[in-house]
């Protein structure tokens, strides 16, 4: 694989229902993110993470939870999903320690749909 | 206030028109400043990056950020179907993280 991987492409859940979907980056880079992007309102931070083993919270955190293990992933798990939790998800990644300017590389995406 | 703000457009021009896609921010203290491509069902790409006030050219596209007003621009020369996207200004607001606008769709008609 290159660059950021996602799954599941698309999901739709019940909402109540646990869900975790899955981040991989094959880049070596530090510090990976989790955004959801909603109509009007743009790509919105969820989590971050600069390093394996420290997690940091966004600008929209509540109802969401992530871990960082390791370099290569970063789940993202929603622990009992509502329907405003409705939206298209994008992991992301950047070498802090190379670029000053921070270009951070997105993934596919996860189109999530919580009924 | 919002940190970035962005018009969400849409904005249609035709082929070869010149475009012009605009942000204002909040925070004089900001230094970076990007622009980001999203192609529909895609995650974005970084397209420019300009560094303080300024400009930044890479064959049709210039970044334009003037500090005295908090205005980031970009422009697209000879605009093409391709170009067709979704643009997002993004800043980074320090702590390595980066705040986004809202998108502005563009559409290039043959």
């Known amino acids: 694989i290159a660059g950021i991987t996602q799954a599941p492409t698309s999901q739709i859940l019940a909402a109540g229902r646990r869900m975790t979907l899955r981040c991989t980056q094959d880049?070596?880079?530090?510090?990976m993110y989790w955004y959801r992007q909603d109509l009007g309102l743009g790509l919105r931070l969820i989590h971050y993470?600069?390093?394996?083993?420290?997690?940091g919270k966004g600008e929209v955190p509540d109802g969401y939870s992530v871990s960082r293990a390791n370099t290569d992933d970063f789940p993202l798990t929603l622990a009992s999903a509502v329907p405003s939790q409705t939206s298209v998800y994008f992991c992301?990644?950047?070498?802090?320690?190379?670029?000053?300017?921070?270009?951070?590389?997105f993934g596919p995406g996860t189109r999530l749909t919580v009924l | 206030q919002k940190e970035v703000e962005q018009d969400p457009g849409p904005l249609s021009v035709p082929e070869g028109a010149i475009v012009s896609l605009n942000c204002t921010y909040s925070?004089?203290?900001?230094?970076?400043f990007m622009w980001y491509r999203q192609y529909s069902r895609k995650g974005p790409e970084l397209l420019m990056y300009?560094?303080?006030?300024g400009n930044k050219e890479d064959g049709r596209f210039t970044a334009q950020v003037d500090k005295s007003s908090k205005y980031i621009s970009l422009f697209i020369r000879d605009s093409q179907p391709s170009d067709s996207a979704t643009y997002l200004c993004?800043?980074?607001?320090?702590?390595?993280?980066?705040?986004f606008g809202t998108g502005t769709r563009l559409l290039v008609s043959p």
């Open positions: 992301a990644s950047s070498d802090t320690r190379k670029s000053s300017y921070n270009e951070q590389f």
């Open positions: 880049m070596r880079h530090n510090a």
């Open positions: 993470s600069n390093t394996a083993g420290t997690t």
């Open positions: 925070n004089s203290a900001f230094q970076y």
């Open positions: 300009t560094y303080s006030s």
């Open positions: 993004a800043v980074n607001t320090g702590f390595q993280k980066l705040v």
